[in-house]
């Protein structure tokens, strides 16, 4: 999309007070069942793997299947609904968005469910970007607007966050289909208040649509995000090598198209704003980290510490409580330090929670788990608001679609990275640990241990459990001790890098975004 002169969306009907009130809850609405379909997930692997029979690639897929479509058509599906309406968008998102929850919980297969959290990211990438547009087009007043988009950002962040004790509950009530039902009635909520009560917003002087953009976006984004998640784990095979070329070939499309064409998809001259590409970057950087972690913690706190799923769930729960304690305090911070200053001190603390991954250990307690979420927790809640306001507010209001995308594009695809990336760095470390005591073995011993074990074993530490319940015994004791140490041992490894990534969101915070609001 073109980045032209400022001007107000067009095609809209202004409302206020109560009527106002209640349109902004709708959106927060949307932007929860969103996140909570995006995290619900993560607690549940454990038994999804289990009782579904699914591998490596199928496990990564079924968390990351909805962030891949999401981050895949957003960009496309923001500036449709900044030329066609986003009332529209975020109305009929709601509604297919409930519906594929519905066939999710009655996935049999791990294939099946693959396919259906990947239609749920398709009516996400409908739904959110609009939450996000909708609400600074509801808010057009600076100091009103700030204080809207930090809300949003602690909603989301708690959607987030309160997935995985949602999660646990269910999966002790009832078992894992519950789980893609708690963003059902939700987003049917916030549909019909949607429907009735916000106003159309749309550009109406927008030009025209970038198809052919929107479609070399989805390839890049999705054959990037793919080669990402399956090649860590399967290699370079056919399939990964596509995916990889299918990502570059469609980055080098895009960019072609953009520069080519009068009325881009996306303006790329945006991201020679520095607040713009600040912005994005540290969103991204925040993701990858904060995502990275939950994915590993919950399968830490289940497998290796023994939690229940529910236990697991409230383990999280400082993530929470930190967010919800900063987010009414972010925009006064912000208007007496500076939007970088707290950004920066809140990726400080995001860094300084990753690092003390470092000391749980599997029979420190709970303590050193609990201070990691709750300085995370604060950390998230200072540092997502201005970046995100940062986005926003280097682009004209015409073009909140695409300026809310880019923030969702950058928020999902950091999350679906950090999942693939830090997964991978910790599958690995995983899978060599295991690797080095097979080799310490005698000659007999490793004799007397099929082939089809050792794989099993070494593939993942649901793998190792899963042998272990099938042959009782001293050996299976010892090889469930072996594989929760190879855990924890690629966990902080993970968490290292991500600390690396927090840091590194600093350093771009403190170049790149605002001194001052406005």
């Known amino acids: 999309m073109a980045h032209g002169a400022e001007r107000e969306p067009t095609g809209q009907r202004m409302v ?14 949307g932007s929860l069942a969103t996140m909570l379909n995006t995290s619900v997930v993560n607690v549940a692997l454990p038994r999804i793997a289990s009782e579904l029979q699914a591998d490596g690639v199928q496990i990564d897929l079924i968390a990351d299947g909805d962030s891949l479509a999401l981050t895949a058509l957003v960009l496309l599906f923001g500036a449709i609904g900044d030329k066609y309406g986003r009332k529209k968008m975020f109305v009929g998102g709601s509604l297919l968005l409930a519906i594929f929850s519905l066939f999710c919980s009655r996935a049999g297969t791990a294939t099946e469910l693959t396919l259906w959290r990947i239609a749920v990211g398709g009516a996400s990438a409908m739904l959110f970007p609009t939450t996000l547009s909708m609400t600074t087009g509801l808010y057009p007043e600076v100091e009103q607007r700030a204080k809207a988009v930090a809300v949003w950002t602690g909603v989301a962040a708690v959607g987030a966050a309160i997935a995985p004790i949602l999660s646990g509950w269910l999966l002790e009530a009832f078992d894992w289909p519950a789980i893609f039902l708690i963003s059902v009635p939700i987003a049917l909520v916030a549909g019909v208040v949607a429907w009735r009560l916000l106003p159309e917003q749309r550009d109406a002087e927008m030009p025209g649509i970038d198809w052919l953009g929107g479609l070399l976006a989805a390839c890049t984004l999705a054959g990037l995000l793919l080669a990402t998640i399956l090649m860590p784990v399967e290699g370079v095979t056919p399939v990964t090598l596509s995916a990889l070329v299918l990502g570059v070939a469609g980055l080098l499309g895009f960019i072609w198209q953009e520069r080519r064409t009068a009325h881009p998809l996306l303006d790329l001259e945006a991201f020679g704003n520095s607040r713009f590409s600040g912005g994005a970057a540290v969103v991204l950087l925040l993701f990858m980290a904060l995502a990275g972690l939950m994915f590993l913690a919950a399968q830490f706190t289940q497998n290796v510490l023994g939690y229940s799923p529910l236990k697991a769930g409230f383990a999280q729960l400082p993530v929470t409580l930190g967010v919800i304690a900063m987010t009414p305090l972010n925009v006064p911070l912000a208007e007496r330090f500076g939007p970088r200053k707290v950004a920066a001190m809140g990726l400080l603390l995001v860094a300084a929670g990753l690092g003390l991954v470092q000391w749980w250990t599997l029979d420190s307690g709970y303590l050193p788990i609990g201070a990691s979420f709750a300085l995370i927790g604060v950390g998230l809640g200072l540092a997502m608001a201005p970046a995100t306001s940062s986005i926003l507010g280097s682009l004209p209001l015409s073009q909140a679609g695409v300026a809310s995308a880019v923030n969702d594009l950058t928020r999902d695809f950091g999350g679906a990275l950090g999942v693939a990336v830090m ?40 793998g190792a459990l899963e042998i272990a319940r099938a042959y009782p015994g001293p050996n299976a004791d010892a090889l469930v001790q072996v594989a929760r140490e190879a855990f924890l041992g690629g966990q902080a490894k993970a968490a290292a890098a991500g600390a690396a990534l927090a840091l590194a969101g600093l350093v771009v915070a403190w170049f790149c975004l605002p001194e001052r609001e406005g």
Do not use: W
């Open 423 to 462: 997964g991978a760095l910790a599958s690995v470390t995983y899978g060599k640990a295991i690797q080095q005591v097979y080799e310490g073995l005698t000659p007999e011993q490793q004799a007397s241990i099929p082939e089809n074990v050792v794989r099993v074993a070494r593939s993942s530490l649901t």
């Open 16 to 29: 206020s007070g109560s009527a106002r009130t209640l349109a902004f809850v709708a959106l927060l609405l």
